[in-house]
T-cell receptor, first 111, second 113 residues
Framework: NAGVTQTPKFQVLKTGQSMTLQCAQD?????MSWYRQDPGMGLRLIHYSVGAGITDQGEVPNGYNVSRSTTEDFPLRLLSAAPSQTSVYFCASSEGTGPYTFGSGTRLTVV | GESVGLHLPTLSVQEGDNSIINCAYSNSASDYFIWYKQESGKGPQFIIDIRSNMDKRQGQRVTVLLNKTVKHLSLQIAATQPGDSAVYFCAEGGPNSNYQLIWGAGTKLIIKP
């Protein structure tokens, strides 16, 4: 039981490049979420999903896309990276109305 | 909760003493509350949660108190240890947010030897 697995752990992008942050969970959780955390700040919700085929926007969705084709996977896509997207990104999953389990994060730098 | 940016509220506690971390939540419709611990360079780690039909819940060395009248949540850590040093976040959720968590700004707990 690996929990929530995020890849890569570190990434440097040039402005305008695109990339996908991967997130997978093996707990059969219906709910999955993506957050970003800037230095000294709390977590801000980017996008979330309450089940396969269902996604919705969070607090800061602009510049990011998601899809949920399977229960296990919830990738986050940056279509055209900007320096403002430099942050630490966390994926989390939950059964629903219970605690979220977090991945170890992806540290993204956009130059 | 409103973020305070780089100036996280800080609580310094002597090793062995009890710690109390407070949190004010914003949404009266929230019915689920949770505390997370985040160590430097790691993802948030679940500590304890409580639902709105309770006002107190205890775990191992931790207690969460919920006061719905004043929308206040607290985390008590008994006999604080060096390993308790971290940033602690409270979060709330409910049917209005599809149980997506709304996070507070965090409190940095420093343990003095």
């Amino acid at each position: 039981n690996a929990g929530v697995t995020q890849t890569p752990k570190f990434q440097v992008l040039k402005t305008g490049q695109s990339m996908t942050l991967q997130c997978a969970q093996d707990m059969n959780h219906e709910y999955m979420s993506w957050y970003r955390q800037d230095p000294g700040m709390g977590l801000r919700l980017i996008h979330y999903s309450v089940g396969a085929g269902i996604t919705d926007q969070g607090e800061v969705p602009n510049g990011y896309n998601v899809s949920r084709s399977t229960t296990e996977d919830f990738p986050l896509r940056l279509l055209s990276a900007a320096p403002s997207q430099t942050s630490v990104y966390f994926c989390a999953s939950s059964e629903g109305t219970g605690p979220y389990t977090f991945g170890s994060g992806t540290r993204l730098t956009v130059v | 909760g409103e973020s305070v940016g780089l100036h996280l509220p800080t609580l310094s506690v002597q090793e062995g003493d009890n710690s109390i971390i407070n949190c004010a939540y914003s949404n009266s419709a929230s019915d689920y509350f949770i505390w997370y611990k985040q160590e430097s360079g790691k993802g948030p780690q679940f500590i304890i949660d409580i639902r709105s039909n309770m006002d107190k819940r205890q775990g191992q060395r931790v207690t969460v108190l919920l006061n719905k009248t004043v929308k206040h949540l607290s985390l008590q850590i008994a006999a604080t240890q060096p390993g308790d040093s971290a940033v602690y976040f409270c979060a709330e959720g409910g049917p209005n947010s599809n149980y997506q968590l709304i996070w507070g700004a965090g409190t940095k707990l420093i343990i003095k030897p």
